[in-house]
């Protein structure tokens, strides 16, 4: 499992976002024993985590870098980190499997070429960061990301092979889930108390 941050509990995400800290980490709970151990230390708002399909690593979804990492299980690489995929198109949340030997990965908001984004103007502005947490309400930060529907879909190598949009959000933005069931996606929403559903059997034999 993620831990987000060592100094926020998961209600103050916004918190999380605002200040950038590399503190989260990945962490293993052993039922037998009751007892947490780290496995990883050091990530940035440690976020949405999958089991790959042949169970021989994890994916582990960095939100404030904007990318997935990749923890080696097995062979002779175990325990070692390497980076599945980077500078993804917007700030990513929870990942899940689909039906073709890749990924579902959905965004909360994008990353529009040409267009101001907060995120990324602080993301190399530490001491910035830390004046206006000082001076403003997080709050205000998460209020100026845009209203943006976006799920991707990765193949088994982390290359990006289609994408959804919902330019202005008015059908869906927010996203923080994307589960495939029988040529169906089901999206949850951060920001809204209920589900969509998106038919995508058309998608999928047209462009598969």
Excluded at 32 to 49: C, E
Aim: glycine share 8%.
């Amino acid at each position: 499992m993620t831990d987000s941050s060592a100094k926020w509990g998961r209600r103050n995400f916004v918190n999380v976002l605002a200040e950038g800290r590399n503190d989260a980490r990945l962490l293993r709970y052993d039922p037998d024993t009751r007892t947490t151990t780290t496995v990883l230390d050091g990530l940035s708002f440690a976020n949405g985590l999958h089991l790959a399909h042949d169970n021989s690593f994890l994916l582990i979804v960095e939100l404030n870098k904007c990318r997935i990492l990749k923890y080696m299980l097995e062979g002779p690489r175990a325990g070692t980190v390497e980076t599945f995929t980077d500078n993804l198109p917007g700030i990513p949340d929870n990942i899940r499997p689909n039906s073709r030997g890749g990924y579902w990965l959905a965004f909360a908001t994008a990353r529009q070429a040409g267009k101001f984004s907060a995120i990324d103007f602080l993301a190399p502005k530490p001491w910035l960061k830390k004046i206006m947490y000082k001076l403003m309400n997080p709050d205000i930060l998460f209020q100026t990301l845009p209203k943006y529907g976006l799920i991707v879909e990765l193949n088994a190598s982390g290359d990006i092979i289609r994408s959804l949009h919902d330019p202005v959000g008015t059908v869906f933005s927010g996203v923080s889930e994307v589960q495939e069931h029988d040529g169906v996606l089901y999206l949850g929403s951060f920001s809204a108390p209920y589900l969509r559903k998106l038919d995508i059997t058309f998608l999928l034999n047209t462009f598969t």
